[in-house]
Structures are given as structure tokens and as C-alpha cells.
């Protein structure tokens, strides 16, 4: 009888650690650093990512044509400046953009390019929020003649 009586009692208490367990919300399991965003998984353009939770603004515009493929993109949404600085030099690695630079007072201007593009991203944090504004073009083309005449050089004097 006591047996009896003790194997109830544990079957008890297994259904209601099961329970527990299966009702757990998700959001008390630590799945990632909280100091890291994540990218959207629909883009404007695919090869540059946005941190989740960023909505676009209504004076964007985007143009592509026969490979060329130009924008203005701006965005809003609350983040740390600091950690959308480190999501974009992480993540447009990623896409293989090449990190020219960054300038950091106040807003933050990151340069990128790749073969034949420039992009430029500009952080511009307002109280808890942030406005991106993401610049995409193709890289200027000095002419032949100015490269061929001493480049840059030149043209300062």
C-alpha cells in the first residue's frame, strides 16, 4: 500500500515538472546575446542587411538598372548606436562590403565598398531612437587623363 501510495506521488510530481517545462515561454530561455541585433530577413536590397526592428521612412527612394543600382534608404528604430555600428561592421563583412572607415561624433558615418559600389550609413541617434540612413551608389570613375597626370596630386594644386 505504501507503494502504492509513493509511486503516485511521484508520477504526480513528473506531470507537473513536465507541465512546467513544456509551458515555459520562450522568451525565459537565453538564446542569444541581448547585446547583439539580428538582421531582417526581407531587405530592399539583399546584400544590405538592417537590424530587426527597423521600419523604413517614408522619403526613401531606391532605383536598379542594368547592374546599376542606386538609394537612399532611411530607417527608424530604437537600438544603441554603438551596437548598430558593431551589427554593420559584422554583418556587411558578411556580404562582403570592405570597411573603409568610421566617423564617430555624434552620428556615426560608416564607409563600405566592394568592386564597383560605395555605401555609406549614417547612425543618427535622437533620445532612444536611431535614424539610419543607408546611401548606396556606384563608385565615381576618375578620367584617365587626371590618373595619368600625377591623380590627386594635381588636383590640390
Known amino acids: 500500500m505504501k507503494a502504492r ?31 547583439l541585433l539580428e538582421p531582417q530577413a526581407v531587405l530592399k536590397f ?4 538592417l537590424p530587426n526592428g527597423f521600419k523604413q521612412i517614408q ?8 547592374g546599376v543600382r542606386v538609394g537612399v534608404l532611411k530607417y527608424r528604430g530604437k537600438a544603441n548606436p554603438d551596437q548598430v555600428v558593431n551589427f554593420y561592421k559584422e554583418q556587411m563583412a558578411m556580404y562582403n562590403w570592405n570597411l573603409l572607415n568610421v566617423v564617430e561624433y555624434g552620428q556615426r558615418l560608416m564607409n563600405f565598398d566592394r568592386e564597383n559600389e560605395t ?19 556606384p563608385k565615381s570613375q576618375f578620367p584617365s587623363s587626371r590618373k595619368d597626370k600625377g591623380g590627386i596630386k594635381n588636383l590640390i594644386k
Open 59 to 66: 522619403d526613401s527612394y531606391s532605383f536598379e538598372s542594368s
Open 119 to 137: 555605401c555609406v550609413i549614417t547612425v543618427m541617434p535622437k533620445g532612444s531612437e536611431v535614424t539610419l540612413v543607408i546611401t548606396l551608389g
Open 46 to 49: 539583399s546584400d544590405i542587411p
Open 5 to 35: 501510495g509513493l509511486i503516485i506521488a511521484l508520477l504526480v510530481c513528473s506531470m507537473v515538472y513536465l507541465v512546467g517545462c513544456t509551458t515555459m515561454d520562450s522568451k525565459d530561455k537565453v538564446t542569444s546575446d541581448p547585446n
